[in-house]
């Protein structure tokens, strides 16, 4: 059964802090992993990284991917409060398949 | 960028009810729609996917006769709660398979509440 796991599921960091968010996976048929933010709404999307050691950046936040050890990493450096938010991991296998969601991380960053 | 809408974003429901979901891909065209079901504070569970023009598959464990699904076109995709529980109430988004080779595209969601 194919299985993303998150963690911590949770956070409590303070305006400025670094945060490193983890994302394990097994999957059958790996073809990319997908970082999304959740606020209140839909998933927004961050970042997909299909190639091990490439690191995908968007300002302060960035990500990498580990395909030899199946694990991916969110980082977010001088975190703000508007960086509160549940962080969803998410793996795709190969053919029109759905996502493969993680329960996510729930981040809070206190001013 | 591809865009689906999806309504209503928010939908109050006597229990008992049916409720439809709509989501519509504006810009492109999706074979295929993934309907998910957002518990608080949990992730997003999937519940079936939607291919146009065939029957949907479903996840196990969830009613396929509650949950009905439609994909009569390629832009259109319904989700229809019928006689609807307090236990039904959850955020339900859809999401589709866009132009971008791995693009995922997600509706904004659906807030049901069921009293």
């Known amino acids: 059964e194919d299985k993303v796991v998150q963690s911590p599921l949770s956070l409590v960091v303070h305006e400025g802090d670094t945060v490193t968010l983890n994302c394990s996976y097994e999957?059958?048929?790996?073809?990319?992993l997908l970082w999304y933010k959740q606020e209140k709404k839909a998933p927004t999307f961050l970042f997909m990284l299909?190639?091990?050691?490439i690191e995908k950046k968007s300002g302060r936040l960035s990500s990498i991917l580990d395909k030899k050890e199946l694990f991916s990493i969110l980082n977010i450096t001088a975190t703000q409060t508007g960086d509160s938010a549940v962080y969803l991991c998410?793996?795709?296998?190969?053919?029109?398949?759905?996502?493969?969601f993680g329960k996510g991380t729930r981040l809070s960053v206190i001013a | 960028g591809a865009v689906v809408s999806q309504h209503p974003s928010r939908v109050i429901c006597k229990s008992g009810t049916s409720v439809k979901i709509e989501c519509r891909s504006l810009?492109?065209?999706?074979?295929?729609m993934f309907w998910y079901r957002q518990f608080p504070k949990q992730s997003l569970m999937l519940m079936a996917t939607?291919?146009?023009?065939?029957?949907?598959?479903?996840e196990q464990g969830v009613e396929k006769d509650k949950f009905l699904i439609n994909h009569a076109s390629l832009t259109l995709s319904t989700l229809t709660v019928t006689s609807a529980h307090p236990e039904d109430s959850s955020f339900y988004i859809c999401?589709?398979?866009?132009?971008?080779?791995?693009?995922?595209?997600f509706g904004s969601g659906t807030r049901l509440t069921v009293v």
């Open positions: 939607s291919n146009e023009g065939s029957k949907a598959t479903y």
């Open positions: 999957v059958t048929n790996f073809r990319s």
């Open positions: 998410a793996v795709r296998n190969s053919g029109n398949t759905p996502l493969v």
């Open positions: 810009d492109f065209q999706a074979t295929t």
């Open positions: 299909t190639s091990s050691g």
């Open positions: 999401s589709a398979r866009d132009r971008e080779p791995d693009g995922y595209t």
